[in-house]
């Protein structure tokens, strides 16, 4: 099974506050990826890492930026929080050609 | 036009139904095809996946890939309420680590 978490699964949360998104795995997997996915809407890739100190922006873009001190963690941070940010935030990880992702449960944040 | 265009449904079967779940897509320098099964309130697992054209099969799923139309399937067995999932096909080209996920078909498999 795999073991990638993250925290909280859900949060609401008042316009202009500075958020983080918590995401770790304990697989030893180089990349690591953050997708957001809405209802009826495909997962878009909003960052991703190749391992630690490497992070890239996605196709979607996104206000959120991320960091990768240690392989297991990736965590993602909102500066300030808008009403546009409401959505699912799932994390990812692989190895190899990355065929196969691991995802987290997914984190499902409401910006009031 | 998306890159990868997946049918909302949802999709309502009788149990022990074959069911046909299928993606179009408009890059033809995709090679990896994968299906994503995601229960509610849980991050897609990945069911099966297939390199370049052709057939895979592992029990009671098959997954196929026409190049030529630019079309993948998945067919499902036997069809059993334990099924009842949204099923995400992602795609992408040789040598690259991202991938293009489709919008998800939800799926019922009612008893």
């Known amino acids: 099974e795999a073991d990638i978490y993250q925290t909280p699964r859900y949060l609401v949360i008042g316009t202009g506050k500075k958020i983080t998104l918590e995401c770790s795995q304990t697989m030893g997997h180089d990349k690591m990826y953050w997708y957001q996915q809405d209802p009826g809407m495909e997962l878009h890739l909003i960052h991703y890492s190749y391992g630690v100190n490497s992070t890239e922006k996605g196709d979607l873009s996104s206000e959120s930026t991320v960091s990768r001190i240690r392989t297991e963690h990736f965590p993602l941070t909102l500066e300030s929080a808008r009403p546009s940010h409401t959505s699912q935030y799932l994390c990812?990880?692989?190895?190899?050609?990355?065929?196969?992702?691991?995802f987290g449960p997914g984190t499902r944040l409401t910006v009031t | 036009q998306k890159e990868v265009e997946q049918d909302p449904g949802p999709l309502s079967v009788p149990e022990g139904a074959i069911v046909s779940l299928n993606c179009t897509y408009s890059n033809s320098a995709f090679q990896y095809f994968m299906w994503y099964r995601q229960y509610s309130r849980k991050g897609p697992e990945l069911l099966m996946y297939t390199y370049s054209s052709g057939n895979k099969e592992d029990g009671r799923f098959t997954a196929q890939v026409d190049k030529s139309s630019k079309y993948i399937s998945l067919f499902i067995r036997d069809s059993q309420p334990s099924d009842s999932a949204t099923y995400l096909c992602a795609m992408g080209a040789s040598g690259t680590y991202k991938y293009i996920f489709g919008t998800g078909t939800r799926l019922k498999v009612l008893a």
């Open positions: 990812a990880s692989s190895e190899g050609a990355g065929i196969e992702q691991y």
